[in-house]
């Protein structure tokens, strides 16, 4: 039996001399790609020449944005009043969109960074924030967001798309949050240790946690970090076993968004 699947990497985040990644290589993998807006990586000429490469490579494209924490790779949570960070947020959007329009591309979706993301998915008001960003730029945008966190229950309410992702390379806690970088499990390790953790989670339709809870979820995406220095041989692995297991794999808005 055949199934949709997306993979998604975050891209686009080197900045000036600072490289981050091979965005090369992994727009040759997935479907769709998370860009930077300049808040926590990717400068304009950056943003601009990832999104020449997925288009080349028929990859959708969507909005990464951040809390504006460029020295932090966006990786530190900050206070910021909620009409503060909506603008902020709106900002990011915009910038790539625009970039986008040049290139002949659409953003057709959007997915916080780092610790914006993370935040959002324990914290409801923090998301909603982040969900009114969004519909004031374009209520079709879908929300790339963890599954059962806080930001898709947001997404749900607020009539958004909604597809919900999880991590190949990361694991998880018992409510179904991500483990802290600071601990030594937080990350799985090794291209045939994500396939066997992401196929768990496919196979249950579920989220399963470090202890071996299940956590029933829909799965739309699976998300493959594109900083790490395993990250395109984890991609290429996981795009060829899934594909020989019978799932196709899609661009996002062939996916489509799930009900709450």
């Known amino acids: 039996m055949t199934r949709k699947i ?36 990717g400068d ?28 932090g790779f966006g990786r530190r949570r900050m206070a910021m009043a909620p009409d503060e960070l909506e603008a902020a947020i709106l900002y990011q959007i915009a910038a790539l969109d625009g970039m986008a329009k040049v290139e002949g591309l659409r953003v057709r979706h ?23 960003a969004i519909r004031a730029y374009d209520p079709e945008l879908i929300l790339l967001a963890p599954a059962l966190s806080e930001l898709c229950a947001a997404g749900h309410a607020a009539g958004l798309p909604v597809i919900e992702e999880i991590f190949a390379d990361r694991a998880y806690l018992d409510d179904g949050q991500l483990v802290p970088r ?19 989670m ?32 984890t991609a290429r692995y996981l795009n060829e076993r899934l594909t020989a297991d019978g799932y196709v794999l899609l661009p996002l808005p062939s996916v489509g968004g799930c009900s709450p």
Request: charged share 20%; aromatic share 4%.
């Open 202 to 233: 496919l196979d249950e339709a579920a989220i399963v946690s470090v202890s071996g809870k299940r956590l029933p979820c829909a799965i739309g995406s699976i998300c493959v970090h594109g900083d790490g220095p395993e990250a395109v041989i």
């Open 182 to 200: 600071s601990r030594s499990d937080a990350m799985i390790h090794g291209a045939e240790a994500s396939y066997v953790h992401v196929r768990r």
């Open 6 to 41: 997306n993979l998604n990497a975050d891209l686009g985040e080197s900045f000036g001399a600072w490289q981050m990644g091979n965005d090369a290589e992994m727009l040759r993998l997935v479907g769709s790609a998370n860009l930077a807006c300049g808040f926590h990586g």
């Open 110 to 132: 959007v997915k916080p960074h780092g610790a914006l993301n993370n935040a959002a998915c324990a914290d409801r008001v923090l998301a909603d924030t982040i969900v009114r």
């Open 44 to 71: 304009p000429l950056v943003m601009r020449q990832t999104l020449r490469l997925a288009r080349e490579q028929g990859v959708s494209v969507g909005a990464h944005p951040s809390y504006p924490d460029l020295q």
